[in-house]
């Protein structure tokens, strides 16, 4: 039994290298057998692991099929918006050219019509040849409207009684 104290005792002798002591064996030699079968069979779990975890289930393959064609169909119709956005852009272009156009042709034949038109000559032809007159204050019915250009007529306008100019002359 000596013997045998002495050996382990011999076996776990402290060696000081510095300031920390270590053991120069420590763990004893029945415990480091055991040890690489384990390891051993961990190696081959993991490997089985692995092997079993390289393809993809079913459920997995169509979820991401599934986002696949969603993701591709979002893209195409992003493209389809698009180019109708830019479409539309090129038809306000033209609609705007247009109007730009109309509204000069309207702008020039609006001044051709006040060019063409001498209102000393409509007044001249309306009081010499048509024999026209300006009304008198009496003559003259003013309103008040709370709208600026819509007017609403609910009955006729009442004719007044007095003589005209021309009743006057002829009288």
């Not at 002591?21 to 779990?45: H, I």
């Not at 119709?77 to 272009?93: G, T």
């Not at 020039?108 to 063409?116: C, D, P, V």
């Amino acid at each position: 039994m000596e013997e045998r104290k002495r050996r382990y005792y011999n076996h776990n002798v402290y060696s000081i290298e510095g300031n920390t002591a270590r053991k120069l064996q420590a763990v004893p030699e029945y415990q480091e057998s055991q040890r690489p079968d384990r390891r051993q069979e961990t190696r081959r779990k993991k490997q089985k692991r692995q092997e079993l975890n390289t393809g993809m289930d079913i459920v997995s393959m169509l979820i991401l099929t599934f986002a696949i064609v969603v993701t591709v169909y979002i893209c195409l119709e992003y493209l389809s918006v698009q180019s109708n956005i830019s479409q539309m852009n090129k038809e306000i272009v033209k609609l705007e050219s247009d109007l730009i156009k109309k509204q000069n042709e309207n702008a020039s034949a609006l001044s051709e019509i006040e060019t063409s038109l001498d209102l000393n000559y409509i007044y001249e032809v309306a009081t010499n040849e048509l024999g026209m007159v300006y009304p008198s204050d009496n003559q003259v019915i003013a309103y008040e409207s709370n709208l600026s250009d819509y007017v609403r007529q609910h009955a006729d306008i009442p004719e007044v009684e007095e003589p005209t100019l021309i009743d006057k002359i002829m009288k």
